[in-house]
């Protein structure tokens, strides 16, 4: 019986309301199904480790896309890019599965470089958890903040989707690229990056994990 009882946690959701109502008498909004989205932000020493590198690599006005090398990634001890990460894996999944004894093991970092009118077409990763995290944003035009996603606003957002359009079911969210966020969620959930017009470059890193142990 407590074998089956942590197996039920492990894919129960918590009956959290949403704060989206706030008139009386009292109505509560649910959302317990489907994909979470975690989202912090990281210390600005590894935004500026990975950009130290990254500059040497990117060339203004040219995407390009590289892999991140073993020794970036585990300089600094505790302190790492890959323990960072790891630790923020962890979080994630104990606060959706109720275990956090689980294992990481990273398959692969890489950082994008994107300059206007480049998009990401809506993907996803062959990985159980894969993450964004924003290294340098670039300076959208204001007029592109207001037009919708259904008359293809440029603006340079992140979607994530899953779904199609049923009714009384929200299938996307988007938000808009800052400096230091880092968005943390399961490989398969759909995703891409808007092309954006305006001056600056849009500079990424990914990276997919593979996850053990646990219940």
Excluded: C
Aim: net charge neutral; hydrophobic share 40%; aromatic share 12%.
């Amino acid at each position: 019986m407590a074998e089956k009882e942590r197996l039920l946690k492990k894919y129960e959701a918590q009956a959290r309301p949403l704060p989206i109502d706030r008139g009386e008498p009292a109505l509560d909004f649910f959302s317990p199904f489907g994909p979470m989205i975690a989202k912090t932000r990281a210390p600005e020493r590894l935004l500026q480790r990975i950009n130290d590198h990254a500059d040497g690599l990117v060339s203004p006005g040219k995407g390009i896309e590289f892999l991140l090398p073993d020794r970036l990634i585990g300089e600094g001890g505790e302190g790492s890019l890959s323990s960072y990460v790891a630790g923020i894996i962890r979080r994630y999944l104990a606060a959706l599965e109720n275990n956090p004894e689980v294992t990481v093991d990273f398959e692969v970092f890489w950082v994008i470089s994107q300059y206007a009118g480049t998009p990401s077409p809506v993907h996803f990763h062959s990985a159980d958890i894969s993450g964004v995290l924003y290294l340098k944003v670039p300076d959208v035009e204001a007029e592109e903040e207001t037009r919708t996603y259904i008359s293809g606003r440029n603006a340079g957002y992140i979607n994530f989707l899953i779904g199609g359009k049923q009714r009384f079911s929200k299938s996307l969210i988007s938000f808009k690229p800052k400096v230091g966020e880092f968005y943390i969620f399961p490989g398969w959930l759909l995703h891409g990056a808007e092309p954006f017009r305006g001056e600056g470059e849009r500079r990424s890193m990914s990276f997919n994990a593979a996850i053990g142990g646990g219940n």
